[in-house]
């Protein structure tokens, strides 16, 4: 085990602040009181609510050992597929602290406001040449939030023209979220299959394209991590019987600066500035999920809507078409301001080399990697890449112990299951931001993993072994979720 990078460390049982309490400790040093105690309030009771009683440093340390359980990406590699866990550079978390920004209301008047409406016009511009589309909102909150704005918006679109259709179109690489946004919008999800490349072949989506149908939902890359090389005229089906085409643009961070989603037929996109642009991604959030779209669905996108008059900047709820509004207020605002310090800070050439770092990154990986793992699709990938556990079946190791293993190597482990076309898959996405060093370390530690899973099955069934916690039951921590620690 020479490439462990894990370690137990000092690792403390922390218990909870209300077992750690001491009777009368307190964080502060409060002067001997020269008045008769009374009650703040003569109803209560006189009972003292329950409030652990500790000093100061119990207090940060306890907060402190708390922070020391995570791992996130500033402890190290974070290499989970479809979520594009890639370093955020601090300028940008710097540039959405500045007070101006910060310290700005929502419900402060437009005049004293002029600032922040233009960094939002100026970002949905921005958003709009990325993706080559006509117009943007900034309002949804997270990806599936912007594909349920996404959707809203083909229903309008069908019923201003009169016209409401009962069908959707979704590929068995799509992300999960996308039948399920479809379904919130009445629409009923029309399953097929790709093709035997991993990509969707025109046939397939001809043969169940019909009148009825609104269109279709497509992730580019898709979920495989392979890029949709038949999508224009996959779109050119679907536009030809009056449908419209939504694209998933979680995994943008593979192709911007490359290829315009605008371009190749897509009518409607959701990007994820919480993965692609500089918002970190899986703490829960906020995020934003911003939505392109062409021409012909700029009027129903939701209000207000940032509009620019001369030189200056006005909301406007003066829209006839528009569905509603998705969030309160304009959306995630500090969130838009990191993917606009982002754009600012990487130009058109850099965020082209991140997509182009992405690529090779992942292909790095599968390449390094296809002789002790199964790889269902060999071609070359886009900024992730699916093997699967085929090769260690046979030594009755599977996908959830090789990635509990990592996390002893000191990796949190790549997305697994998932995308459900692959038995057993991992799905690994190293993003634009490691170092080719770390990279070869990632790769190294797998390459022993598997080694073990030949050797010594035994230490992988139980893995981790040098975690915090080990094995967990999951179907238990499921059913009944501890929630004391
Ligand atoms: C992450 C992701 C989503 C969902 O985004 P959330 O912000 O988690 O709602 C949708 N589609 C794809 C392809 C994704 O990778």
Redesign the pocket.
Known sequence: MENILGTNGLIFNEPLLWEKSTPGRCGVSIPKQDVKESLLDPELTGEAPDLPELSEIDVVRHFTRLSQWNFGLDSGMYPLG??TMKYNPKTNEVQASRTGLANSHPLADEDVSQGALKMMYNLERHLAEVTGMDAVTLQPA????G?LTGILLIHAFFAKIGKQRSKIIIPDTA?G??PASGALCGYTPVNIQSGEKGVLTPEIVAEVMDEDTAGIMI?NPN?LGLFEENIKEVADIVHAKGGLVYG?G??MNAIMGIVKPGDIGIDVLHL?L??TFSTPHGGGGP?A?PVCVVKKLEPFLPVPRVEKNGETYTLTEDRPDAFGRMLTFYGHFDVLVKAYSYLLSMGPDGLKLASQLAVLNANYIKESLKDIFELPYDRDCMHECVFSDKKQEKYHVATLDIAKRLMDYGYHPPTIYFPLVVHGSIMIEPTETESKEDIDQFIAALREIAEEAEKNPEILHSAPHIAKVSRLDEVLAARKPCLRG
């Open positions: 479809s979520c997270a990806g599936a939030h594909e992300h979220t996308n992730t979920t998933d979680a995994n994820n919480h993965k995020g999920g």
